[in-house]
């Protein structure tokens, strides 16, 4: 029998089950990470290496106590809540009560598989959980600036990348303690260890914490090849030594994972491949879909239409693309190179990649999850308003080609508005250049070409010839809401359409009741269990658990 995404799209697959509201004990929810393994999840992790029968055993025991439960990070507590929510909840009180948990992950040390391990974060310190003895054995600093997410590696699960508004990103080792003296490397002509510490991708001057975790990798952001803004997403690669990272100059890179030596912090600064030509904002999340093949997903770009400051918003995306110089550095059948290096054109925009597909956002969609069947197939949850949408990736079309040539009416439009002009010292092409706001990282990508052109005054400011000044377009029928979002109109790409316009899954709240109180938005989503439960968290303290319908 074919799963429940391959189905029809008109149907609700999935049903709701309850809610549960935090109370008066906690006041908001900032993050959520569901128990991400299932019973078979041993036999491929750490490379199929594990071979003692009673770890195979008694992870079935561990999977059976935990498949369904869900980590919440709150304000002034740490919540986990085992069997769907429906059973105990497990409470770990922050210091403060002001304090947030911003990140939340799910881990395993190899010295115990048996033992699950919860990595949260508040503000820029790390600490890792023990489940079992229901205590901190681990509490970390390195970074200096707020951590924005946290990325546990597949196959290895002791491995963490964490990334954060400093712009880097670290990679930590849970098999290892954390350090207690600097061990970093000497700038020429000096003969001492540096001390220049985290902002430069180095170890602190003193110890980097207390008990399990050691940072092994840096990194670095910076005018070499790194991020220069925040970096706010991360994802391992399945099989190679590989990480991808996302942020808000825009940018999404790949790095090479250097080989780690116990004791020695690696730094690396110039990625394998870096280009910010697939999205005009902030990119949000990256995660990998096969050998070559990713997704990104990026926030609304708020772009400035004439000199004016008339602004409006273009919508975020939703990217598939393959990354076309993976053979270059990992050719098949060989094996993988201990040191590689990369050029300028690939660490500097570079263009080695190709968009399968690509769809527009609502402009207020800005969380999603992406989660990988058992069938390799992955599926796209997006939260909006009181219900959850769900879309096969694998199912996406692909992007339509810009028209070419262009259509006349396009070419007459251009010819008719293209003018040369000196009101802001620039001319031509140069004054009406469409630009991004400083908020977005910089300036828009040239010659992308958009159904709605945008030249000259005459478009953003001025009615059509013979309308008399101040005269504004509206129909008799049109609402306040219709005419500002008319005002602050959204550009649309050739070639990329909305996503919602394709057929998907909706997962909905139930309707209001007379005898119960309306249930909040839906403001984060997450799908476990094999793709047969769905999570819901709303950022004023109240879960929601949705259950696949039973066939």
Not at 11 to 33: D, I, W, Y
Not at 40 to 55: C, F, I, P, R
Not at 64 to 89: N, Q, R
Not at 110 to 118: A, K
Request: hydrophobic share 35%; glycine share 8%; aromatic share 8%.
């Amino acid at each position: 029998m074919d799963p429940w995404f391959r189905g029809p799209k008109a149907t609700e697959p999935f049903k709701f089950v309850r809610s549960l509201n935090a109370g008066r004990n906690t006041r908001q929810f900032h993050c959520m990470a569901a128990f991400p393994w299932d019973m078979h999840a041993m036999a491929d992790l750490w490379g199929s290496q594990v071979t003692d029968e009673k770890v195979l055993s008694g992870w079935k025991g561990i999977a059976e106590d935990w498949m369904g439960a869900v980590a919440v990070g709150s304000t002034g507590a740490l919540l986990i809540l085992p069997k769907l929510a429906s059973a105990e909840p497990i409470t770990i009180r922050l210091p403060d009560d002001s304090q947030e948990v911003q990140c939340i992950a799910w881990a395993l040390s190899p010295d115990d598989p048996l033992d699950p391990l919860i990595i949260y974060t508040v503000h820029s310190v790390i600490f890792i959980l023990d489940l079992k003895l229901r205590k901190i054995i681990g509490k970390l600093r390195g970074h200096g600036g707020l951590i924005t997410s946290i990325a546990v590696h597949p196959i290895h699960p002791y491995l963490f990348c964490t990334t954060s508004r400093d712009f880097t990103a670290r990679i930590y080792d849970l098999t290892l303690p954390a350090t207690q003296k600097p061990n970093n490397p000497h700038w020429p002509p000096r003969t001492h260890q540096s001390l220049a510490g985290p902002a430069h991708g180095f170890q602190l001057s003193e110890p980097e914490g207390e008990g399990l975790g050691q940072c092994v990798i840096v990194l670095v952001g910076g005018r070499a090849g790194g991020h220069r803004g925040a970096v706010l997403h991360a994802a391992f690669h399945h099989s190679l030594p590989l990480i991808a990272t996302c942020g808000v100059d825009r940018a999404v890179k790949l790095w090479c994972i250097p080989s780690m030596k116990r004791g020695v912090l690696a730094r690396e600064d110039k990625p394998l491949f870096s280009t910010d030509y697939i999205h005009r904002a902030r990119i949000l999340s990256v995660t990998w879909l096969s050998i070559d093949i990713l997704v990104t997903h990026s926030a609304p770009a708020l772009m400035l239409r004439d000199p004016d400051d008339d602004t409006y918003y273009e919508s975020g995306t939703i990217t598939v693309w393959r990354w076309l110089g993976l053979n270059r550095f990992f050719p098949a059948g060989k094996p993988i190179q201990k040191i590689m290096r990369s050029c300028a054109s690939d660490y500097r925009n570079s263009e080695t990649f190709g968009i399968l597909s690509s769809y527009f956002l609502p402009l207020t969609s800005l969380n999603s999850h992406v989660y990988t069947s058992s069938t390799n197939e992955s599926l796209l949850s997006i939260s909006m308003g009181r219900a959850v949408h769900v879309f096969n990736i694998t199912q996406f079309d692909p992007r339509l080609p810009p028209a070419c040539p262009p259509s006349t009416d396009d070419v007459a439009e251009l010819t008719r508005r293209l003018r040369l002009s000196d009101d802001d010292g620039k001319e031509g092409r140069e004054a009406r250049r469409p630009r991004i706001s400083d908020d977005d990282g910089g300036d828009g990508e040239e010659g992308r070409e958009t159904r709605r052109l945008r030249i000259s005054d005459d478009d953003g400011g001025e009615e059509e010839e013979g309308r008399e000044e101040g005269e504004e377009d509206e129909s008799p029928d049109e609402s306040e809401g219709e005419r500002e979002t008319r005002k602050h109109a959204v550009s649309v790409v050739s070639g990329v359409t909305d996503l919602f316009e394709n057929d998907g899954w909706t997962v909905r709240l139930p309707p209001p009741e007379p005898l119960r109180a309306d249930l909040p938005d839906i403001d984060m989503c997450e799908m476990a269990c094999g793709g047969t439960v769905m999570f819901g968290a709303s950022k004023t303290g109240t879960l929601f658990v949705w259950k696949l319908n039973s066939p």
